[in-house]
């Protein structure tokens, strides 16, 4: 599993060797805005020229951050980006001694801060993101060639799970805590929050794969749009009842 959009870096390296196969999530929705619990920013727009956290250049966290700039009518280049990991302790350490004024992170850590007044929410991805294919199923092309049934039955089994955690809140939500310790309030908002942006048939939506490829040009990763479909396989996804 991974962005979608590495399969575009393969693709400008000469083709990569693998194929993905189903999405996985088409929304940025596991993300948000955070802030210390004390800033002064209330709404995105106070964040106008602010210091923006960002796991490094080039990432979905900066996107996402230029995807704010946007819809606030502001140049992406007028926030000053700081580069300070994919990990929450780092995070954490960067808003509490104010090196920033905000991260992007995943909402729950912001929701999970504000339960020990360390930091806040400010708002989640969905605020100023719509469709994006942000996580994809991939399988090696020498595996599709040799095992195609295998690819077949994992797709099968990967949605029957979606489908659970669908219908299957409470323990859903018992065994993310398993996981990510957080409390039972945080993760009831996390489920809410992301359950929707999980596929439930694997296809690729035509909008979430337009903005990935474009994102590869806003990041200056790619001096043109990639051509992805020859990337991106829908034959092996389970045939709707």
């Known amino acids: 599993m ?31 805005i955070i802030v210390p619990y004390d800033s002064p920013a209330h709404t995105l727009a106070d964040l106008k020229g602010k210091r923006i956290g960002i796991s490094t250049v080039g990432s979905l966290t900066q996107w996402l951050a230029f995807q704010l700039a946007k819809k606030e009518g502001w140049d992406p280049q007028s926030f000053t980006y700081v580069t300070d990991g994919s990990e929450y ?13 905000a991260q992007v992170s995943g ?39 040799r095992d195609p049934d295998v690819v077949r039955g994992f797709l099968k089994g990967w949605y029957q799970a979606v489908a659970f955690m669908a219908q299957h809140k409470a323990e859903t939500m018992a065994i993310a805590r398993e996981r990510d310790h957080f409390s039972a309030a945080v993760e009831d908002k996390q489920y809410d929050t992301v359950m929707p942006s999980f596929s439930s048939d694997g296809r690729f939506p035509a909008e979430g794969v337009a903005r990935v490829k474009s994102s590869f040009v806003e990041l200056g990763i790619l001096p043109e749009e990639p051509d992805m479909s020859k990337y991106l396989i829908e034959s092996f996804l389970p045939t709707p009842k």
Do not use: M
Not at 7 to 26: F, H, N, Q, R, S
Not at 89 to 101: G, K, M, R, V, Y
């Open 107 to 145: 909402a729950a850590l912001g929701w999970n801060l504000e339960e020990q007044k360390k930091g806040r929410l400010l708002a989640p991805a969905s605020a100023f993101v719509g469709a994006f294919l942000q996580n994809v199923v991939f399988a090696s092309d020498d595996f599709i060639a």
């Open 2 to 32: 991974d962005r979608a959009g590495a399969l575009a870096c393969g693709a400008a390296d000469g083709g990569a060797p693998e194929k993905a196969v189903g999405a996985i999530a088409i929304t940025p929705a596991l993300f948000g």
């Open 89 to 101: 302790p780092s995070q954490l350490a960067a808003l509490e001694t104010n090196a920033i004024d």
